[in-house]
């Protein structure tokens, strides 16, 4: 079993800067790469960006130059550092993780946070 836990949401105004951050916990698993989404209302959940083991990174169009995501493998945690917050990054940010398990749960699992609310006044 794999936990996720998030931090760092909250309400800022335009333009300004939010760090969130998601610690995996558990046993016998190995994570292959991390990401984050968000879910507007009224909106499918859409991809904000990842990272892999490797340290390779994707970023969604709309936030690339003011958002960076970032790895802490020992501490098997992700951040994400947005800057430059516009009112359309409003949304409830989710963590997640693509794990490989242990034997004998072998295998790849793809597993979500509970979501941490950001909101950007205009």
């Known amino acids: 079993q794999v936990q996720l836990v998030e931090s760092g949401g909250g309400l800022v105004q335009f333009g300004g800067s939010l760090r969130l951050s998601c610690a995996a916990s558990?046993?016998?698993?190995?994570?292959?790469?991390m990401g984050w989404y968000r879910q507007a209302p009224g909106k499918q959940r859409e991809l904000v960006a990842t990272?892999?083991?490797?340290?390779?990174?994707n970023y969604a169009d709309s936030v690339k130059g003011r958002f960076t995501i970032s790895r802490d493998n020992a501490k098997n945690t992700v951040h994400l550092q947005m800057n430059s917050l516009k009112p359309e990054d409003t949304a409830v940010y989710y963590c997640?993780?693509?794990?490989?398990?242990?034997?004998?749960?072998?295998?790849?699992?793809?597993?979500w946070g509970q979501g941490t609310q950001v909101t950007v006044s205009s």
């Open positions: 997640n993780a693509l794990v490989s398990g242990s034997w004998p749960r072998t295998g790849q699992y793809l597993y």
């Open positions: 990272i892999t083991s490797g340290g390779s990174t």
């Open positions: 558990g046993s016998g698993f190995s994570i292959q790469a």
